[in-house]
């Protein structure tokens, strides 16, 4: 009996150390009853690297437990090349790169039994903890698993993307990249309403021998490229700019190399500018009461910028914007300017409605990269910026482990 006992010991050793490098656990007594309270974050993406490599992207599904019953949830895999960029298709295999996206809100249960009971998975799978860092005793898992049975059978699908228009829409919010003249977004609705939108704008200030100014339209026009059209999220990039957009939430990444240019930079500024009649109510740390947007100018107090963040409520819906400004130094505004009269000087419909976002003077870098999340909730709920900084300053934290078909008790590996 002890040498029969010495040998399944060594074989369950033999066997973890052959997993994949995540951290391993056979047994689901290790964990905690469920907590009372869920996932209290459902708007944000949830997006696991590192599982299954080798396998094939289309035999990877992602489950969640009810409490009563095992559900596929939406989910999508997206592949990326050896430089860590997205790609419409690489190899069809899953890499350490790739990810495994669902959304925070569809995670569920922690199970109370082995989904390899239940369903025609491999003997490996992975138990995904979401946890809100913000209030730890909130979180959803959800379960990723490979079989070469199991179908695609959740149909939701809460994104797309239009070719013809170059739009993304979701049910609860529409962007449209501008067909010329400039490469930012000219269209926005929110919640079944109408375009509220001008265009994105961007202002650069350059001093060589005299003052040069930019606007968005003094950049060469990219094409609008579409990576991926999931279930989940799309990836769209223009010139070196990729938007990932979701159900409520899009993040932007913006790299901007100014290196080419002579002299020394004076200023910086992105906004955003609603279209011409549009009215509704603007926010940030230092406006939390808010400010009328209907054309008519406001003092608005433009300093100290501690939290980058600003929403207008308009209509339907909320859009609230936060970012970061990586490397560009100087000295950093909340810009904003509402004032229906014609500015020549202006680009757009020349009108400025609501328009705000972020000034920089006296840059340090000519080389930085624009970070910027947008959140679209609906607009009874007031002033939320705050609050929605805090979740992009602060992402849910996930936690991927390889759990066994077999209840043996695996040595624990960790990835650091």
Do not use: C
């Amino acid at each position: 009996m002890k040498m029969i006992r010495q040998l399944f010991l060594a074989a369950a050793l033999i066997g973890a150390l052959l997993l994949p490098s995540a951290a391993l656990a056979g047994n689901l007594a290790d964990e905690p009853s469920p907590p009372d309270l869920a996932l209290d974050r459902t708007i944000e993406p949830v997006i696991v690297t590192g599982v299954f490599a080798g396998r094939s992207v289309n035999d990877i599904f992602v489950y969640r437990w009810t409490g009563s019953a095992w559900e596929q949830i939406p989910f999508q895999i997206d592949e990326r090349d050896a430089t860590g960029a997205y790609v419409a298709n690489e190899d069809g295999v899953m890499d350490s790169n790739d990810e495994v996206v669902f959304m925070s809100g569809d995670t569920g249960m922690l199970a109370s039994s082995s989904i390899g009971d239940a369903l025609p998975v491999s003997g490996l799978w992975y138990r995904v903890q979401v946890t809100d860092p913000l209030n730890t005793a909130s979180k959803g898992w959800a379960y990723i698993v490979h079989s070469t049975t199991l179908t695609v059978t959740n149909p939701t699908d809460y994104v797309s993307y239009n070719a013809g228009n170059l739009r993304v829409s979701t049910a609860n919010y529409a962007l449209g990249w501008a067909a010329s003249g400039h490469n930012g977004l000219d269209y926005m609705s929110m919640f079944g309403g109408g375009d509220i939108l001008d265009r994105t704008k961007l202002r650069i200030d350059y001093r060589f021998i005299v003052l040069i100014k930019l606007t968005e339209n003094d950049f060469p026009l990219d094409n609008v490229v579409l990576l991926k059209d999931g279930v989940v999220r799309t990836l769209v990039k223009r010139g070196g700019t990729v938007t990932v957009s979701y159900q409520s939430y899009t993040s932007t990444t913006f790299p901007v190399d100014l290196r080419s240019l002579p002299g020394s930079l004076e200023q910086v500024r992105t906004s955003v500018d609603l279209g011409n009649g549009v009215t509704g109510t603007y926010y940030d740390e230092n406006n939390a009461a808010g400010k009328p947007i209907d054309g008519v100018p406001d003092n608005v107090t433009a300093t100290p910028f501690n939290q980058a963040w600003r929403q207008v409520t308009v209509g339907n819906g909320s859009n609230i914007q936060v970012a970061t400004l990586t490397s560009l130094g100087g000295t950093r505004h909340h810009y904003y300017k509402d004032n229906s009269a014609v500015d020549p000087q202006d680009t757009g419909d020349q009108r400025s409605f609501g328009d705000s976002g972020f000034e920089v003077t006296n840059p340090t870098s000519k080389l930085f990269t624009i970070t910027t999340g947008q959140y679209f909730i609906p607009a009874a709920q007031g002033n939320q910026g705050a609050t929605y900084n805090q979740y992009f300053l602060n992402p849910l934290q996930v936690t991927a482990t390889a759990e066994s078909q077999f209840q043996t008790y695996l040595p624990t590996l960790s990835r650091n």
